[in-house]
């Protein structure tokens, strides 16, 4: 079991940027952010694997999110782009040190590690 931290929320105009970070205290598969609004389920965004950088995106960010791992810094970062009042939420890092099957990314349940989340506004 890992320890994850996030970092980097804030709130921002519409179409503005903002990158969230995320640092493991051990080894993982894989990692991602979801995020949960306000009376909603929570949402898979975006999930890289650790030793080969695959990526994964939600429909509803693709083009606008960009997700990254730093082997240095032993992190992973969200970077987003464009964003719009829909894009508030509570944004979640999530790790698994199992393997996961690709048809599993998206799922919450997948995901045995989380952490606190951190709050994103996007003002109208």
């Known amino acids: 079991q890992v320890q994850l931290k996030e970092s980097g929320g804030g709130l921002v105009q519409t179409g503005g940027s903002l990158r969230l970070s995320c640092t493991a205290s051990g080894r993982t598969f894989i990692m991602a952010w979801f995020r949960q609004a306000p009376g909603k389920e929570r949402e898979f965004v975006a999930a890289?694997?650790?030793?080969?950088?695959?990526?994964y995106y939600a429909d509803s960010v693709k083009g606008r999110f960009s997700i990254s791992r730093d082997s240095a810094e032993k992190s992973m970062t969200l970077r987003m782009n464009s964003l719009n009042p829909e894009d508030t939420a509570v944004y979640y890092c999530a790790a698994e040190q199992q393997t996961v099957l690709k048809a599993s990314v998206m799922g919450p349940d997948t995901y045995g590690n989380w952490g606190q989340g951190t709050q994103v506004t996007v003002s109208s």
């Open positions: 890289i694997t650790w030793n080969f950088g695959v990526t």
